[in-house]
């Protein structure tokens, strides 16, 4: 079946009337129209939204806690289940099939999550990147290392910060050979999940390396080359 969205525009009136409704106690408007687009493979999506739904709904519950206060202890285990559930598919680069994901299925995990559904950057509205459930499928999808004994190993390393700041914000999601060797260089193997790079140190190479993409394509980088290229600027750096 095609796969639905909402238009950003439909969405931000829909969540503006949700706000003022439940202020007033009044019964919910409802969602916007759902609209369809014709690309890519037949997907159940109302059953895939409402198996992510259940999960993502058990792990709050076994956390207790609101997800304000818990953030990471909620999207560090939760990103690998949006990656897993979700198939490749056209939709998952639009960002307005986020925003009908996160309006239609996600309106009680956002406000367990932020402790309100006020701030209507985390279902998309304003930059995609903030969308929640599109941030937590873009950690596992960074994060995933298929055929690996630990296939979301490098999803689960680094606390929000770091995946904000380091790699969202830089926009690494186009560079994600690159993103996986940051993420390798920063929390290697052998240090089983403990960060390489203290708070301080990572934001002067992220800084750095900021700076370096101007006149570099971090996006043709292999593998091979974005590991020597972290270790060579990191040994530069320390010698200064």
């Known amino acids: ?50 198996d992510l739904k259940v999960e993502l709904e058990n792990l709050m519950t076994s956390i207790g806690e609101t997800g304000k206060n818990s953030g990471s202890e909620f999207e560090t285990p939760a990103s690998p289940v949006v990656h897993r559930l979700l198939p490749e598919h056209p939709a998952l680069a639009d960002p307005e099939f986020w925003i009908w994901l996160a309006v239609s299925f996600g309106q009680d995990i956002v406000q367990w999550r932020y402790g309100s559904i006020g701030n209507h950057s985390n279902f998309g509205i304003g930059g995609a990147g903030e969308n929640l459930f599109y941030r937590l499928w873009l950690r596992g999808e ?28 830089q926009s690494y999601g186009d560079a994600r050979i690159f993103a996986r060797a940051f993420l ?19 934001r ?32 530069r750096l320390e010698s200064e």
């Open 184 to 202: 390798e260089f920063q929390f290697p193997v052998k240090r089983n999940g403990k960060a390489r790079l203290k708070q301080a140190e990572v």
């Open 204 to 235: 002067v190479l992220a800084k750095h390396l900021k700076r370096a993409r101007s006149n570099l394509l971090f996006e043709v980088m292999s593998a091979e080359r974005a590991t020597r290229f972290l270790e060579t600027e990191w040994q």
């Open 1 to 50: 079946m095609p796969y639905p969205y909402f238009s950003k525009a439909e969405a931000r009136a829909y969540l503006a009337a949700l706000s003022v409704s439940r202020s007033a106690g009044e019964e919910p408007p409802l969602l916007p129209e759902t609209h369809l687009n014709s690309e890519g493979e037949t997907v159940d999506w109302e059953a895939t939204a409402e």
């Open 142 to 169: 960074i994060g995933h290392t298929p055929g690996s004994e630990d296939e979301y190993r490098l999803a689960r390393y680094g606390d929000i910060d770091f995946w904000r700041s380091h790699i969202f914000r």
